[in-house]
């Protein structure tokens, strides 16, 4: 079961090297047992997951305003090209139209290639 369907926006937080949890709001998409994103591989939360998968998630509004619970989660960045395309058929499925105007308007400006594309599994904080 998806705790997070129906959700258009997801409040990723990740962790500074202090401990202190900087939260983002992204788009995401549910495929197989995990959640995908995109982001400008220069971006904060990219190089805070390259410190440590450490995360947590939640359902949130476009501007970030947290919506549901928090979730313990593990994030990576996604190197495989196979699991990159999986992420993105999720994601353009999603997101349809936005997301096809998101990445024509990436395509223009060259940007496209600076992604990273995110992989997010939740974890049971009952262990």
Known sequence: MDP???ERYLSLATFRKNGRAVE??????????RYYAFSEAKAGKVKRLRN??????????????VRGEWMNAEAQIVHDEEVQRTAYK??????????????FISRLSGRIHKRAVLEISLVDSSQ
């Open 4 to 6: 997070l369907a129906g």
């Open 24 to 33: 983002t709001p992204i788009w995401f998409a549910h495929s197989d047992g």
């Open 52 to 65: 440590s998968p450490r995360a947590r998630v939640a359902a949130c509004s476009a501007r970030g305003v």
């Open 90 to 103: 999720a994601l353009r499925a999603k997101y349809g139209a936005q997301m096809w105007i998101t990445d």
